[in-house]
C-alpha cells in the first residue's frame, strides 16, 4: 500500500489549502489516518488524525477540519486561516489499528508514510 499526499503549494496569510491523501489500496484497511507536519530544524508534529474520533492539534483546532471519503481512498486536510507558523512539509500516515487521545501524535506507531507535500504561508 502507498500513500500519496498532494494539495500543498504557496499561500499568503489568511487563505486555505485542502491536502489530499490517496491510498493506493483501500483507504478501508486503515482503520486510522494522521496528518503531520515538519518544519525546517523543527520535529515532525501530529496535525490530526482520524481514527473514529478525530483529534487535532492545538495549534489547529478550529482552523483545519479532517475528513475521509472511503469511496475514493482519500484522507482530507482542510486548512482556513493559514498562518505563517504553519509553513511545513505535511505528511498523511496509516496504522490499521484504532488511535487514541493519547497516542495518535506517535510517529512510531505509524505504518505507511507519504512522501510529503509542502505547503508555505507567506506573511
Known amino acids: 500500500v502507498q500513500l500519496q499526499a498532494s494539495g500543498g503549494g504557496l499561500v499568503q496569510a489568511g487563505g486555505s489549502l485542502r491536502l489530499s491523501c490517496a491510498a493506493s489500496?483501500?483507504?478501508?484497511?486503515?482503520?486510522?489516518v494522521g496528518w503531520f507536519r515538519q518544519a525546517p530544524g523543527k520535529k515532525r508534529e501530529g496535525v490530526s488524525c482520524i481514527s473514529g474520533l478525530i483529534f487535532y492539534a492545538n495549534s489547529v483546532r478550529g482552523r483545519f477540519t479532517i475528513s475521509r471519503d472511503n469511496a475514493k481512498n482519500t484522507v482530507y486536510l482542510q486548512m482556513n486561516s493559514l498562518k505563517p507558523e504553519d509553513t511545513a512539509v505535511y505528511y498523511c500516515?496509516?496504522?490499521?489499528?484504532?488511535?487514541?487521545?493519547?497516542?495518535?501524535?506517535?510517529?512510531?506507531?505509524?505504518?505507511?508514510w507519504g512522501q510529503g507535500t509542502l505547503v508555505t504561508v507567506s506573511s
Open positions: 489500496g483501500s483507504i478501508l484497511d486503515f482503520s486510522s
Open positions: 500516515a496509516a496504522r490499521r489499528a484504532r488511535m487514541y487521545s493519547s497516542t495518535w501524535r506517535d510517529i512510531n506507531l505509524y505504518e505507511y
